[in-house]
């Protein structure tokens, strides 16, 4: 009994009920319709015009149905009462599309419908079931003045039989209610379910988040990246002549309170850029210009030969942030994996309607520095670059490190935020 009565099964006929206390307006309509169209027929008495009736209320349910809130109305109660598999999602929010109104107003249609029958059929079968089970038990429903009752019911036989008559009524009933409440559940996914625009709109809104989201993990690893390097540096430097040039350690210290404090506030800045707006996809991060590489230079551990070429004042911000951003991540790298003793030439100039960058540093002894492609950094920069249109290239060049990177002064309309 558990398919006919069992949770699942008496939740899905409440379901059932619902659609059909909600079919209920239109009916109503409906038989004022059939009242006008025949004047002297009894409505609620006549079968074929309450049947009239009925197939006047499912149009106008399915009129309703197409506003784009009826189908999030809709999508709440069958996930509540319908039973749905966990591997058959509905579709969330309003239907935007006109594909997705159809199905809505199609499943509306058909819950209301079916509602309807079983919720009649509940409210006069189940009476007249337990009458047809108390016939043995009660003269007075046997004496009753029902018209045309069949006058076979005085035989003892036929009243042996009548409880389960009854209780067959009521069986068959509930596999009725269970049947039209697994229909609804089989067709939610298909009707109710997300649309191929609204997939195709959820894979956008997630490339778009996703792709925020990794320029804010790019953001932490170059700024934290930076100082973390320069802060070992200068740090290890101090504690070697911590007794003998207490000059250079007390410079070591204020370049790392400098360094640590820019820091801080840079990374404020971008967990603060972790919530998401009204559309839910994160802000695009913000950062430091070029108006900030002076500050940068003087911090970050290296002696840094710098060489401005003409134009960079009127460098657009986002470029000029990206710009700031692969010159911390080039002087990282070199801190990191560059030899000493010479200092890192760094040329940024505006050349054909590109920003160019050049960053030479000192060659490492260690062979891991010479690979082409290698590392994080060297990737994020490469990534920083595509998405402004433009290019990277890094490997050993005239004995040294050459990082290159040519961002054009024309940034895509999806960067400009």
Known sequence: MTPLLGRRARQRWLHLIIGGALLMPYFLVGTVIVGVQRPQADVFTSPANQLTAFAYALPMAALTALLPLARPLSVAVARALCGLPPDRPLADGPAGTRQARIRSAAWFTLHVGLGGVVSGTTLSLVP?????????????????????????????????????????????????????????????????GPTPDDRLAASERRAAELAVRNRLARELHDSVGHALSAVTLQAGAARRVLDSDPEFVRAALTAIEETTRRTVGELDTVLGLLRTDDDGVPDAPSGPGLDALDRLLAHCGLAVAYAAGGGTDGVPAVVSREAYRIVQEGLSNALRHGGHGEPVRLRIAVRAGELEIVLDSPLSARPAVVRPGGGLGLRGIAERAVLLGGRTEAGPHDGRWRLTARLPLRAPAQERR
């Open 128 to 192: 007249f079931a337990v009458g047809v089970m108390g016939l043995p038990f009660f003269a007075a429903v046997r004496d009753a003045p029902v018209p045309d009752l069949p006058s076979a019911l005085d035989r003892t036989w036929v009243l042996a039989l009548a409880p389960l008559a009854g209780i067959a009524m009521l069986v068959a009933l509930a596999g009725c209610a269970a049947a039209a409440g697994a229909l609804l559940a089989n067709r939610a996914p298909v009707l109710l």
